[in-house]
T-cell receptor, first 112, second 115 residues
Framework: GNSVTQMEGPVTLSEEAFLTINCTYTATGYPSLFWYVQYPGEGLQLLLKATKADDKGSNKGFEATYRKETTSFHLEKGSVQVSDSAVYFCALRTGTASKLTFGTGTRLQVTL | DAMVIQNPRYQVTQFGKPVTLSCSQTLNHNVMYWYQQKSSQAPKLLFHYYDKDFNNEADTPDNFQSRRPNTSFCFLDIRSPGLGDAAMYLC??????????????FGPGTRLTVT
């Protein structure tokens, strides 16, 4: 079956530090990959996505590249801000299925 | 702005007392989902509607039911809430009318407390 593994948090960084949150997956077929962000007290928001190998998703300074050879979709940002503090979820979907498979989430805390 | 709305944002119910959570959307999406998210865990899909077709996940307890009277509204009914059902309940929508856009759009969630 499908599964997503994320690095455990919390990840604590100083403002303007470089961020990497690791995500690897196991899937049948060729999945689409997503990063969602959840700010405190809110629902999930789609941050970025990639639908095929070597695609790079990007949004708000965040990037992730779909690496089929390493089955990974690591999230990166060159300079984090306090406002980036949130929980980040990696997820996948295969084919035309409606179901998203989520990782367990990684909490990011950014301090001044 | 088009959006997914959940009411109420916070709901307190008593052990065993039926409760209904509601979700509405202005996106005109044909797929609606209900997820359960317990503290520090990933969202877990309970069921989804594709138009009027109901799709239950195999491990969703019978205690959880859903209704979708029209495109815009979807309800989650918990017939006899237990303490273990305390969680955030997330509603999401997507459209299959644009195959490249199976993104799911989430509401803000309803946090359910069971006393």
């Amino acid at each position: 079956g499908n599964s997503v593994t994320q690095m455990e948090g919390p990840v604590t960084l100083s403002e303007e530090a470089f961020l990497t949150i690791n995500c690897t997956y196991t899937a049948t077929g060729y999945p689409s990959l997503f990063w969602y962000v959840q700010y405190p007290g809110e629902g999930l928001q789609l941050l970025l996505k990639a639908t095929k190998a070597d695609d790079k998703g990007s949004n708000k300074g965040f990037e992730a590249t779909y690496r089929k050879e390493t089955t990974s979709f690591h999230l990166e940002k060159g300079s984090v801000q306090v406002s980036d503090s949130a929980v980040y979820f990696c997820a996948l979907r295969t084919g035309t299925a409606s179901k998203l498979t989520f990782g367990t989430g990684t909490r990011l805390q950014v301090t001044l | 702005d088009a959006m997914v709305i959940q009411n109420p944002r916070y709901q307190v119910t008593q052990f065993g007392k039926p409760v209904t959570l509601s979700c509405s959307q202005t996106l005109n999406h044909n797929v609606m989902y209900w997820y359960q998210q317990k503290s520090s865990q990933a969202p877990k899909l309970l069921f989804h509607y594709y138009d009027k077709d109901f799709n239950n996940e195999a491990d969703t307890p019978d205690n959880f039911q859903s209704r979708r009277p029209n495109t815009s509204f979807c309800f989650l009914d918990i017939r006899s809430p237990g303490l273990g059902d305390a969680a955030m309940y997330l509603c999401a929508t997507s459209t299959k009318n644009i195959p490249s856009s199976y993104e799911q759009y989430f509401g803000p969630g309803t946090r359910l407390t069971v006393t």
